[in-house]
């Protein structure tokens, strides 16, 4: 039997919450600026409302690699060079996704730290300062059109959600963008509406996992977070 990795579980839970998380981050901050000034004004005014949408987005980006290796693996079965370089770009856009949501983290930090008005200073003076994952900002647009393109090419999925996962592309990149035009909105609809079902579809097919695999797991998320919070 073919181990594959990271697994059924894995990919599967990555495909539902991938997406769900996006869309719920978003949503959380729906109603501020989608630009740098308009989000830390929105944090000032309700810090823990901008913390949790923040939080759940970066969660999000970071359940989609599963998601987009489950996804690759059935392009691969008949177009492994769309599978590939659809796969490669994604990931590397994810990491620069993951990139901008730490300077977010810390650009929120400096409003505690420094108030809101130098910390906006901050933010302005160093916006467009050089950083390595810049090179990865085509990823984060082209890997989903890649991906799409090897996904209709091999019939992973039908057309629609073919179309669906390329929207993905219109996704704001970059620091404290809001996403929540209706471009941005956009967007995520199609990343939920193209992997979502395929993870409803891959958790349902085959066995249950076991009862102490699930509660381990369930038991190892706030014990991690409290070993991370303690240094």
Known sequence: MMITFPGRWVEGTGLVLGPGLLLAGVLTR????????????????????????????????????????????LIGATHPGWARWGLTLVVLG?????????????????????????????VEATYGAFHVFKAVNVCVMGGWIVLAVGAYRSRALGPVRCVALGLAAGLPLGVLKGSTDPVSLAALLGLAVALMPLGVTMLRNGPAPLWWAVALTVASVPAAFFIGMAG
């Open 30 to 73: 729906l109603g501020s600026d989608d630009f740098f000034p308009g989000q830390l004004a929105a944090y000032v005014a309700d810090p823990g409302r901008m913390v949790l949408s923040y939080s759940l987005f970066a969660a999000g980006v970071v359940l989609l690699w599963p998601a987009v290796t489950a996804l690759a693996r």
């Open 94 to 122: 994810l990491f620069g996704r993951v990139f901008h949501a730490g300077a977010s983290h810390l650009a929120f930090q400096l409003v505690d730290a420094l108030g809101p008005a130098a910390a906006q200073r901050v």
